[in-house]
């Protein structure tokens, strides 16, 4: 999806053609408009396949879960009890 990718380029690149349609096609402010608009969906496309996809396919080739789960120490992987708990953790009465 580009819509990430539409939110960062459409005021610095929308803007700029805008301005230069403005001066290209004066007095005609829907052709600027649909102009400016084209470059901002295109410039998107483009952020979005070469930087968005780009890094997705690269992150899926890292390995998060074999290292992680070995150097775990055996407190985290030990299972909750229902027990009440017990000694120093309630509150002293009196």
Do not use: N
Not at 45 to 74: M, N
Request: proline fraction near 9%; charge should be positive; charged fraction near 20%.
């Amino acid at each position: 999806m580009i819509s990430y990718s539409l939110y960062l380029v459409h005021v610095p690149i929308g803007m700029r053609f805008v301005k230069l349609s403005e001066r290209v096609f004066p007095g005609s402010p829907w052709l600027a408009s649909a102009i400016a608009l084209a470059a901002c969906f295109g410039a998107a496309l483009l952020l979005w396949y070469f930087v968005e996809e780009w890094a997705k396919k690269q992150s899926k080739k890292i390995d998060y879960g074999s290292k992680a789960r070995r150097a775990a120490p055996d407190i985290v992987k030990a299972p909750i009890s229902d027990a009440e708990p017990q000694g120093p953790l309630l509150p002293s009465e009196g």
